[in-house]
């Protein structure tokens, strides 16, 4: 008989989440749109990790900026998820994987919803924000630091 101790559930628990950022824009005319169609730059989705002092918690942050040039529309919307980690997951690099894979799989649905409900005040044509592979944006995210 030993005394270790046995985990089981999930690796990271997502305890809540924030809308923290809507900036939302649409140009009603043309000539403003082609005037501004450089510099609002393309759809994309980036996404942010931190651990606390005590590494039991971690933040994600994801922001999807919008560009919907047929409905001259623009903007950013960003999310932020707080979640605890399982008491056995203590190392860093572990952590920040289960954050930016499991704790970005658990946070997106609440980005992508944000970013329909906020492009479909004006036009009942709305943006749906694509699946993304988070094993993939934790490879691109990771090689970029």
């Known amino acids: 008989m030993t005394n270790k101790k046995e985990f089981s559930g999930p690796v990271i628990k997502l ?5 923290v950022r809507i900036d939302f ?4 005319s043309d000539s403003k749109w082609a005037s501004l169609a450089k510099t ?7 996404m942010n990790y ?9 933040s994600c942050t994801m922001t999807a900026h919008i560009v919907r040039a047929s409905q001259k529309q623009y903007g950013d919307v960003s999310v932020v998820g707080f979640f605890t980690f399982r008491d056995d997951v203590t190392d860093l690099e572990d952590q920040k ?6 704790g ?3 946070l997106y649905p ?10 479909a ?8 924000l694509a699946s993304l592979n988070f094993i993939e944006q934790f490879k691109n995210l990771h090689d970029s630091k």
Not at 97 to 102: E, G, I, K, M, S
Request: aromatic letters at 8%; glycine letters at 6%.
């Open 15 to 19: 305890d809540s989440y924030r809308v």
């Open 25 to 28: 824009n649409r140009v009603l």
């Open 40 to 46: 609002v730059g393309k759809p994309n989705i980036e």
């Open 50 to 58: 931190s651990i606390s002092e005590d590494f039991r918690h971690g």
């Open 97 to 102: 994987r289960y954050l930016a894979v499991n």
């Open 104 to 106: 970005g799989a658990m």
């Open 110 to 119: 609440y980005l992508r919803v944000t970013a329909s409900m906020i492009t």
């Open 121 to 128: 005040l004006d036009n009942p044509d709305t943006t749906i």
